[in-house]
C-alpha cells in the first residue's frame, strides 16, 4: 500500500547510506539482520567481538536509534491512501459484466446507535425470556471493547486473538472483561497452538465438535461484548455457571433481535438515526449504470427494510438501477441448498404463489438459491464481480464454487490506514522493526554483558508491542496483524476476497476498465541476504525495507 513511500525512502536511503557508508564498513549494521541469509555461527566466524562488549552493543543501539529518526519524516512524506482498493488477486473492471451486492454494511452503513441498540435489546431478552438475573442490566455496551475476527471457546468461555497459523497472541486472550494471564492460557492450551480440529468450521461456527467461534460479522460486535460482560457478572459474583448454555443463550438473543425484527422496526422508525446517509452509494450504482453494467441485489434483510433504507440512501426509483433483487436470501444456505425456488414479493409485501420463469427487473424475489439464479440468468463465472462484507457467508462459496470475482468491504480498513499514517505510529513501528532486527543480528554474542543488554532490548521489544497494539483497539489490536503475522481473519481475506476496501465508495476513484495488481510479496527465501547495500541507508532499517520489497 506504500510503493510511493517505498520508493521515497529508496531515494532517502540512498543519501543515508552515502552519509553512513564508512562506519557502516567499519561496524556491523544495525537491523539488516532480519533479511540476512548468513548463519549465526558464520556471522562468528567472520568477526570476532570486540572486548568491551557494553560499549559495542549500546553504541550499535544508538546508531540504529539514529538512523531510524532520520528516515521518518521521508515515510511521512508518503501518505497510505485510506480510500485505496486493494488487491489479492489480479483483476481488470473491464472483464466485469456484472455487479451484485450484499446490502447491510455494503450498500449501506449503520451508525454507532446500532450496535447499541442490539446490545441492549439481546441484554434485555436475556433478562426476559431466558432468566438471567436483572443485575447484568447495568451492563453497557462499549463499542471500543472488541473487534471483529475474534475467536471464541465455547468452553473455557475465551475471547480470543489468533493468528493466520492458529497461534493465539498472547496478551489477548479475555475471561469476561479482564485479561488472562500468559501462563494460564499456554497451561490451559499446552501452548499458545489451537488444533485444526478445535478450530471453527469453514463458515466460522463452533459445531460438530469444534470449540471456537469465529465471529466475522460486524453484527457480531454487540455479541461479543454482551458475551464478554455477562461472563464477567458471573465471575465477580462467584455464580457457577455452564459456558455453552450462556454461549447458546446470548447467540439465540441476538438472532431473535433480527429475527423477531426488533432492529428492522427500530431503524425503520428513526431512519436517519441509524442510517448512515452515503450519497456516494447512489454516485458508484449511476456510475456502473452509465457504463452499461447489469447490477444485482442479494440480501438476507426484508423486503420492506431493504426497500426503506434504498429509498433513504438511493432514492424512490433505487430498483430501475438493479436488474434483479432478492431479499431474505438466507446466506451462505442461498450459495449451497438447491431446493428452494424463489417467490415473488408484490407491492404490500404479499409472497406469490407464481412459478418463477424469469428475474424481472424491478420485482423484488424472496429465497430462491444460486443454481436457479444461475440458470435464470446466466451470469456465470469471472465476469460477475460481488461485494460484501462478511468474508464467509457472502465471498467463500462464490469464489471457491462459482468461480466469481469476489470484493470484500472492510470498514475497519479507513480507520487502520488512518493510525498507519500517524508520525508517532511510523516512528514506534519503525524502531521496534529496528530493534528487532539488532536482536537478531546480536544474539550471538553469549557472554554475560551482552546476554544482560538483550535483555533490555527484548523487555523494550515487547513495552513498544503493546504500544503498537493499543494504536488500533487496548484489548485486541489490530484487525489484521497480530505481533507477527497476519490475523486468521486476514488468511481468510485474502483467500475470499480477490479485492478489498473501506467501502463501495472507493470504487468511484479508478476507471471502469481498471486493472488491480497484486504486489509480488517475497517469499523468506527470496528475501536479500547481507550485502553492503543491504548494510547502508533504507535498508538497514528492516521495517522500511519490508515496504520496498513488497510493494
Known amino acids: 500500500m506504500a510503493a510511493a513511500a517505498a520508493r521515497s525512502l529508496l531515494a532517502a536511503g540512498r543519501a543515508g547510506g552515502r552519509r553512513c557508508r564508512a562506519r557502516a564498513r567499519a561496524l556491523p549494521a544495525a537491523g539488516a539482520a532480519p533479511y540476512c541469509t548468513v548463519a549465526p555461527q558464520q556471522q562468528q566466524r567472520r568477526q570476532a567481538p570486540p572486548p568491551d562488549m557494553k560499549n559495542y552493543l549500546w553504541s550499535r543501539y544508538k546508531e540504529a536509534k539514529r538512523v531510524t ?59 426476559n425470556e431466558h432468566r438471567y438475573p436483572a443485575e447484568i442490566r447495568k451492563y453497557d455496551y462499549d463499542p471500543n471493547f472488541a473487534i471483529r475476527g475474534l475467536h471464541y471457546d465455547v468452553h473455557r468461555a475465551l475471547l480470543m486473538k489468533i493468528d493466520a497459523f492458529h497461534y493465539i497472541q498472547l496478551g489477548t486472550v479475555y475471561r469476561g472483561l479482564s485479561v488472562v494471564p500468559d501462563e494460564e492460557v499456554i497451561a490451559m492450551y499446552d501452548g499458545s497452538h489451537v488444533p485444526l480440529e478445535q478450530m471453527s468450521d469453514f463458515y466460522g461456527k463452533s459445531s460438530q465438535g469444534n470449540t471456537m467461534k469465529q465471529f466475522m460479522d460486524i453484527f457480531s460486535l454487540p455479541e461479543m461484548t454482551l458475551l464478554s460482560c455477562v461472563n464477567e457478572y458471573f465471575l465477580k459474583n462467584n455464580i457457577d455457571y455452564e459456558p455453552v448454555h450462556l454461549y447458546k443463550d446470548v447467540k439465540d438473543s441476538i438472532r431473535d433481535v433480527h429475527i423477531k425484527g426488533i432492529m428492522y422496526r427500530a431503524i425503520e422508525a428513526d431512519i436517519e438515526k441509524y442510517i448512515c446517509y452515503a450519497e456516494q452509494t447512489r454516485a458508484v450504482l449511476a456510475k456502473l449504470a452509465d457504463h452499461g453494467k447489469k447490477m444485482f441485489l442479494i440480501t438476507n434483510s426484508p423486503s420492506s427494510f431493504v426497500d426503506k433504507g434504498m429509498k433513504f440512501i438511493v432514492g424512490k426509483d433505487w430498483r430501475d438501477l438493479f436488474d434483479v433483487v432478492i431479499v431474505q436470501a ?5 450459495f449451497n441448498d438447491k431446493r428452494r425456488p424463489f417467490r415473488k414479493v408484490n407491492e404490500r409485501g404479499v409472497l406469490l404463489w407464481d412459478k418463477i420463469h424469469k428475474l424481472q427487473k424491478g420485482q423484488i424475489y424472496k429465497q430462491g438459491n444460486l443454481y436457479e439464479f444461475l440458470k435464470l440468468t446466466g451470469w456465470r463465472g469471472s465476469k460477475v464481480l460481488y461485494f460484501g462484507d462478511h468474508i464467509y457467508s457472502d465471498l467463500a462459496d462464490l469464489t471457491l464454487k462459482h468461480g466469481w470475482r469476489t470484493g470484500a468491504i472492510i470498514p475497519e480498513l479507513r480507520s487502520e490506514i488512518k493510525i498507519m499514517n500517524t508520525e508517532k505510529y511510523i516512528q514506534t513501528m519503525t524502531w521496534l522493526q529496528t530493534l528487532t532486527g539488532l536482536l537478531e543480528h546480536m544474539q550471538v554474542h553469549r557472554d554475560p554483558d551482552s546476554q544482560m543488554i538483550l535483555e533490555e532490548w527484548k523487555k523494550e521489544r515487547k513495552e513498544l508491542r503493546e504500544m503498537n497494539r493499543n494504536f488500533f483497539n487496548a484489548q485486541f489490536g489490530s484487525l489484521f496483524r497480530t505481533d507477527e503475522n497476519p ?22 476513484n479508478y476507471e471502469p476498465d481498471y486493472t488491480f ?7 523468506q527465501h527470496e528475501l536479500p541476504g547481507c550485502s553492503e547495500q543491504l548494510c547502508t541507508g533504507t535498508f538497514r532499517i528492516p521495517f522500511l525495507q519490508e515496504m520496498v520489497q513488497v510493494k
Open 69 to 127: 529518526k532520520e528516515l521518518v519524516p521521508s515515510v511521512m512524506s508518503n501518505m497510505l491512501n485510506p480510500d485505496a482498493i486493494f488487491s489479492n488477486n489480479e483483476m481488470s473492471l473491464s472483464d466485469i459484466e456484472i455487479y451484485g451486492f450484499d446490502y447491510d454494511y455494503t450498500l449501506v452503513f449503520y451508525s454507532k446507535h446500532l450496535h447499541t441498540l442490539i446490545f441492549n435489546a439481546a441484554r434485555d431478552l436475556l433478562i
Open 330 to 334: 438466507d446466506k451462505p444456505n442461498f
Open 487 to 508: 490475523t486468521y481473519f486476514l488468511r481468510r481475506l485474502s483467500r475470499f476476497a480477490d479485492i478489498y476496501m473501506a467501502s463501495l465508495s472507493c470504487l468511484l
Open 517 to 523: 495488481y497484486p504486489r509480488r510479496t517475497p517469499l
